[in-house]
């Protein structure tokens, strides 16, 4: 049996949904694959729970159901704040999982933990998209000088495998990856569309199934896709900048123009674009015929075209829910545990 320590850092839903999944597949996962994932850190804003031979499944469970920021109360393993150093002098870990929230100014406090990782020779999984947005070659540089990888698979679709099959289609020239990448907006329109409610009551219910951002601006100003369509095209080789990405806000939308749309048989929805030919890239409320394939993409779900010279492909899953972003989370740690060498 392989065991692999794992820090959490960052436990907002998707670090709550996490803990717990591992809780609920730990067993299952090493009778199918010799490995054994152990939890010996979670830490947020607050403060931070460390267990150095790993929480085991009634601890997780109980860890998850914590109020957010309430890592903290978790006795008698927690206390209050602790700095990535201190953790890190505490615990040895395999693999360090960055669930802190997104900041596309500085893009901390990510960026540093995941360097600091790196430099302590541990692999990095991710689900915080900022760091990879603002400093994707150093992060990367840093990786493959030290023989480590950075997987980050939920940053784009959350709960599909996207990244991982854009990536590997390595003879292609990409095109064009067009299509919906947030879910929260996608929400909102199809709530807007469905419901006939006007947006700031769509807001409310997409906070309420914890897909929305810490700070939803970020989703409804077109942040969040503009930053996928950054880490899409890092993927793809050819860098863009997340300042070139021309974003358009949906805040601006109101339940006329749902209904003007609707009334004309069409409706609206929140388009990403990175046009790798003509070089450019936004995210628009764009007016689709109802029977496009696009329009039948509702709810949570998420949808994208990608264009290259030999071909044309349309995937289709989930995108960022707790749940399946957590899968893709530790499909991610798994990925690690099995293909690279741990050091135990
Ligand atoms: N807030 C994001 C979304 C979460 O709504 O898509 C997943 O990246």
Redesign the pocket.
């Known amino acids: 049996m392989k065991n692999v320590n794992v820090v959490v850092i960052g436990f907002g839903n998707v670090g709550r949904a996490f803990v717990k999944l591992v809780s609920l597949k730990r067993k299952t996962i090493s009778e199918k694959y010799g490995v054994n994932i152990s939890i010996v850190a979670v830490a947020d804003s607050r403060g931070v729970a460390i267990k150095k031979e790993g929480f085991d499944e009634y601890e997780m469970l109980k860890m998850s159901e914590l109020p957010r920021s309430g890592i903290y109360m978790f006795s008698p393993y927690a206390r209050q704040g602790a700095s990535i150093k201190e953790i890190y002098e505490e615990v040895e870990p395999d693999i360090h999982i960055e669930l802190t929230p997104a900041n596309y100014v500085s893009g901390e406090p990510g960026y540093t933990n995941i360097l600091f990782a790196l430099r302590k020779g541990v692999h990095v999984v991710t689900a915080n998209?900022a760091p990879l947005v603002l400093h994707y070659n150093e992060i990367m540089n840093e990786a493959r000088a030290r023989g480590l990888v950075v997987k980050f698979r939920a940053?784009v679709m959350?709960g599909t495998p996207f990244l991982e099959m854009l990536g590997s289609m390595k003879s292609h020239e990409v095109e064009k990856v067009e299509g919906i990448?947030?879910?929260?907006?996608n929400y909102i329109l199809s709530e807007m569309h469905e419901n006939l409610i006007d947006f700031d009551q769509a807001l409310k219910k997409a906070q309420a199934i914890g897909?929305?951002?810490a700070d939803p601006s970020?989703?409804i100003e077109g942040f969040?896709a503009a930053a996928?369509l950054c880490i899409v095209s890092n993927v793809v080789g050819k860098p863009i900048d997340l300042k070139s990405v021309y974003r358009e806000s949906l805040s601006k939308i109101t339940l006329k123009d749902v209904l003007d749309a609707i009334r004309q048989g069409q409706v609206l929805k929140y388009v990403a674009t990175l046009d790798l030919q003509n070089k450019s890239a936004f995210v628009k409320i764009v007016r689709i015929p109802k029977e496009n394939i696009l329009a039948q993409v509702n709810g949570t779900l998420n949808a994208v075209r990608v264009k290259t010279e030999a071909t044309e492909l349309f995937f289709v899953g989930k995108?960022?829910g707790r749940i399946e972003?957590a899968h893709s989370v530790l499909d991610d740690v798994l990925f690690i545990s099995l293909e690279k060498v741990v050091k135990k």
């Open positions: 998209k940053t959350g990448l947030n879910a929260t907006t897909v929305a951002e970020l989703d969040d996928k995108g960022g972003t």
